[in-house]
């Protein structure tokens, strides 16, 4: 029965790195290789996808039950978390279109910390100061990746730097916003992606419409880099699926483990790909990154299983908000 387990767990873990790593290499290659140099309009793809990906799951081949949520909920609820979710995957795919996929997925480490900077800022949350501790290699690390990065892009630079703050206020909404409802990354995507469609779709054809037109002319096979871009997308929900199935196959500490390994499998990949170059120091930094990343999360997860009696911190807490449990940022979040 352990043996099934950890075999079950093993191949989770597989077929979401699997999907991670395509998706992210996918992207890139239509930017760089395609030439496609429209990120509005391939997370609108993405969100096209996934929007009848989630619809075929649940509502044809019920693979999940769907959450009911009330209309009036679903504008005053899904649709402002709905607004963050789109800028969060555009501005992924902006800074994947600048920067490298190795440059691209150590900044996005940087998340766990600006949620805790945000929560502390503007929630007045209090941390145990083993939280601070443990981001200090993450923000070390991201600034030696940063001032080392060969192929540095200030635009890509910030595009994913505020791509991780968007994930950030995404994964803190979603504390107050869906509070009551007990969403899994299937049944978030089929509420979110419609939205998201909605907002990115008027924008993408203003902004983009024109180009778009010109690159299909010109480019020698259009329709076959077409099939490229549309299969970008199918994966993308295939990797929201995957998410899911990894969550509930593996526990808090693999899962963890599991995703800052994938980003290393993803920076791996990308350079047998693309040959982007990167120095001695600039693999040092992403390392550390990776490193304080682990060790974020098992502080984590160390603090929330100490007891109740527990004392997490030297002082007692201030107010209710400080008792509140620490964001699992990699759970909450459902990717397109």
């Not at 709905?82 to 795919?93: K, P, R, T």
């Not at 002319?217 to 929900?237: D, M, N, Q, T």
């Amino acid at each position: 029965m352990e043996e099934g387990s950890m075999f079950r767990s093993l191949l989770a873990i597989l077929q979401w790195w699997g999907f991670n790593v395509t998706v992210i290499i996918m992207n890139k290659w239509i930017f760089q290789k395609l030439d496609f140099k429209f990120p509005l309009s391939v997370s609108c793809v993405h969100f096209i996808c996934s929007s009848i990906g989630a619809y075929i799951a649940i509502k044809v081949l019920k693979l999940k039950p769907l959450i009911v949520v009330e209309p009036e909920d679903r504008w005053r609820r899904i649709f402002p978390m709905s607004f963050v979710f789109c800028i969060n995957i555009v501005l992924g795919n902006v800074s994947l279109r600048y920067i490298p996929v190795s440059f691209m997925q150590t900044i996005k480490s940087f998340t766990p910390a600006t949620t805790v900077v945000l929560q502390w800022l503007v929630w007045r949350k209090y941390f145990d100061w083993r939280i601070w501790a443990s981001l200090v290699p993450i923000v070390g690390g991201i600034l030696l990746t940063s001032v080392t990065e060969l192929s540095f892009n200030m635009f890509g630079f910030c595009a994913a730097l505020f791509g991780c703050l968007a994930t950030s206020t995404k994964t803190i909404l979603a504390e107050s916003l869906l509070h009551g409802y007990k969403f899994d990354s299937i049944n978030t995507v089929y509420y979110m992606a419609p939205f998201a469609t909605m907002i990115l779709g008027i924008p993408a054809l203003l902004l983009e419409g024109n180009g778009i037109l010109s690159w299909f002319e010109a480019h020698p096979s259009p329709w076959s880099a077409l099939i490229i871009i549309f299969s970008s997308g199918v994966l993308a929900f295939c990797l929201n699926f995957s998410i899911f199935y990894v969550i509930h196959s593996t526990t808090a500490v693999t899962f963890n483990v599991a995703g800052n390994l994938k980003v290393a499998v993803a920076v791996l990949v990308s350079w047998l790909i693309f040959r982007n170059p990167i120095s001695y120091m600039n693999a040092v930094g992403c390392g550390i990154t990776l490193v304080g990343c682990t060790f974020y999360g098992y502080v984590r997860h160390m603090l929330s299983q100490q007891t109740p009696g527990t004392p997490r911190t030297p002082r007692t807490p201030r107010n209710k908000m400080e008792l509140l449990p620490l964001v699992n940022n990699d759970k909450l979040e459902g990717k397109v």
